[in-house]
């Protein structure tokens, strides 16, 4: 929501994450905004990273079993 502070971290970074919308954050210490993308149902399939405004990464979402 857009009143969440979200924490995303993998291996090796770890950054906070800000709400622009209810479905795109940003990071205060570098030019990168996560766009949380759902499917037809509003599950999260997969987040879009954009640095300086050019898409540089997807990340799939994994249901574990």
């Keep these: 929501?857009?009143?969440?502070?979200?924490?995303?971290?993998?291996?090796?970074?770890s950054y906070m994450l800000?709400?622009?919308t209810d479905s795109t954050f940003f990071t205060k210490d570098r030019?990168?905004?996560f766009q949380f993308v759902q499917d037809a149902a509003g599950k999260?399939?997969?987040i879009i990273v954009k640095e300086n405004g050019a898409?540089?990464?997807e990340l799939m979402f994994v249901e574990k079993k």
């Design 1 to 13: 929501t857009k009143d969440s502070i979200l924490l995303l971290s993998d291996e090796k970074d």
């Design 18 to 20: 800000y709400p622009q």
């Design 44 to 46: 999260p399939v997969k």
């Design 31 to 33: 030019d990168l905004i």
């Design 55 to 57: 898409a540089v990464d």
